[in-house]
């Protein structure tokens, strides 16, 4: 965190001020005794300012926040640069590999920070990334997508009561912003609480690249940046049509099994009572329709067309105080498409 010196270290590896280092980070070892490394670009700006992490794939398959680093690394003019960022594509390299969300034995690595030195593998890799990377940052930013099968309104999640958070996810320029701390273990909740406020951008699906979605989250990072003086924009930040913080989201699940038809999308408004979707049976017959039990805004849609009792459905974020403000944005939004 020391960023006015001129020399910083990383994995025993200096960089100095105005370089720009590739550097492998050991964490682990495979079944054929060979290194697991993360690739880890560190960035040094010539003007001193805060250190900051932007990490994707903590969760192996959730690629789509690779490509947003490699932009982060590629596309943009590192002369620009206050500070020093630490940009991962990758974090989970044996979830990648095989395309799961896990690390080996199952474990989610989102549960087991900030881990331990002499714990099971995802203490040690939590632990190694912890203190080689976190706690080196004045703050972060992670990259996820929807969990497999599902697809996500592009939002982000943090403790919004702790201020530094809230100033993070604001100037993300999301429209939703989940006001969730993480569960235990997640690197969100751990980073912030050790005193490093991170947020996390939740957008898209598993095992995909989305330009549109790419695009968002590399503005995104770069207006927190801006934001906490780490970048010098060219053009000025883009605010979304509407933000809104909401508490509670929930799961509408499935009550019978069958073939579903869906008819909400990312970003639809639902009243209590508004049909979701109807569940079929494999002549066709209509089950059961699916009726919104509340009002909010969808966040996350399943994207698997067979449903059990039980199957997670949509996700919705209610909205109170703040639905007068979307309706009038969405609203606005539908007059302008129709013109
Ligand atoms: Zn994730």
Redesign the pocket.
């Known amino acids: 965190m020391d960023s006015s010196s001129t020399i910083f270290s990383f994995s025993g590896i200096r960089v100095a001020s105005g370089e720009t280092r590739e550097i492998y980070l050991k964490v682990a070892e495979s079944f054929l005794s060979a290194a697991i490394q993360i690739p880890v670009t560190v960035i040094r700006g010539v003007r001193p300012g805060p250190t900051a992490f932007v990490m994707a794939a903590?969760?192996g398959d959730?690629i789509n926040g690779a490509d947003i680093v490699r932009r982060l690394i590629f596309d943009v003019e590192h002369e620009r640069l206050s500070g020093t960022l630490i940009a991962v594509p990758v974090v989970n390299i044996p979830g990648f590999l095989a395309q799961t969300?896990y690390l080996q034995y199952h474990r989610d690595l989102?549960r087991f920070f900030p881990g331990k030195k002499d714990g099971n593998n995802a203490e040690r890799v939590a632990h190694k990334i912890f203190t080689e990377i976190v706690q080196k940052c004045d703050f972060g930013i992670d990259l996820?997508?929807a969990?497999s099968g599902r697809l996500n309104l592009p939002h982000v999640r943090g403790d919004m009561g702790h201020p530094k958070v809230r100033r993070l996810a604001r100037t993300f320029g999301a429209t939703v912003l989940v006001d969730q701390a993480g569960v235990k273990g997640s690197l969100r909740r751990e980073a912030t609480e050790a005193g490093v406020p991170t947020i996390l951008f939740?957008a898209g699906e598993t095992g995909r690249f989305s330009q549109k979605i790419s695009m968002a989250g590399l503005r995104g990072v770069l207006q927190v940046l801006t934001e906490m003086g780490m970048w010098h924009p060219e053009d000025e930040s883009k605010r979304p049509p509407f933000q809104v913080i909401v508490k509670g989201s929930e799961w509408i699940r499935a009550e019978k099994g069958g073939i579903l038809d869906l008819a909400v999308k990312p970003g639809d408004l639902l009243y209590n009572g508004d049909l979701i979707g109807s569940i079929l049976n494999p002549f066709g017959k209509t089950v059961t329709q699916i009726r919104s039990p509340c009002t909010g805004i969808v966040i996350g849609v399943t994207t698997a067309p067979l449903t059990i009792p039980g199957t997670g459905i949509i996700h919705v974020a209610r909205l109170k105080k703040t639905l007068s403000l979307v309706e009038r944005s969405l609203k606005k939004r539908t007059k302008r498409k129709k013109k």
């Open positions: 903590v969760h959730e969300r989102n996820h997508t969990a939740e």
